[in-house]
């Protein structure tokens, strides 16, 4: 049974930093690419971030280029997201997603497994 497990929200000040984690289990971590999105009341779910299997090439949502950072740990089969100098306007529900393709990607259709979220809030 593939779970992801987000954990790392919370409500930060304008200008700080936040660091979300992930941890995967019931999957072949290494072999799946990951994703962040994140949802706000009434919207879509909109894409963040994305990663290749094993580390490999990364891709950002505009919105968030140069602002934010995925990465992933194979050990310890997790993904994270390093988010610095955060906006109001980053305030959601944040979801990783895995998908077995193996290649990033914006589109949340092509994601097989998802998280539950977790509440990120950044104050003004």
């Known amino acids: 049974q593939v779970q992801l497990v987000e954990s790392g929200g919370g409500l930060v000040q304008a200008g700080g930093s936040l660091r979300l984690s992930c941890a995967a289990s019931g999957l072949t971590f290494s072999s799946y690419a990951m994703g962040w999105f994140r949802q706000t009341p009434g919207k879509e779910r909109d894409f963040v971030a994305a990663?290749?299997?094993?580390?490999?090439?990364?891709y950002y949502a505009d919105s968030v280029k140069g602002r934010f950072t995925i990465s992933t740990d194979n050990a310890k089969n997790t993904v994270y997201l390093q988010m610095n100098i955060v906006n109001p306007e980053d305030t959601a529900v944040y979801y990783c997603a895995a998908n077995r393709w193996g290649i990033g990607t914006r589109i949340k259709q092509r994601y097989d497994y998802w998280g539950q979220g977790t509440q990120v809030t950044v104050s003004s």
């Open positions: 990663i290749d299997r094993s580390g490999g090439a990364t």
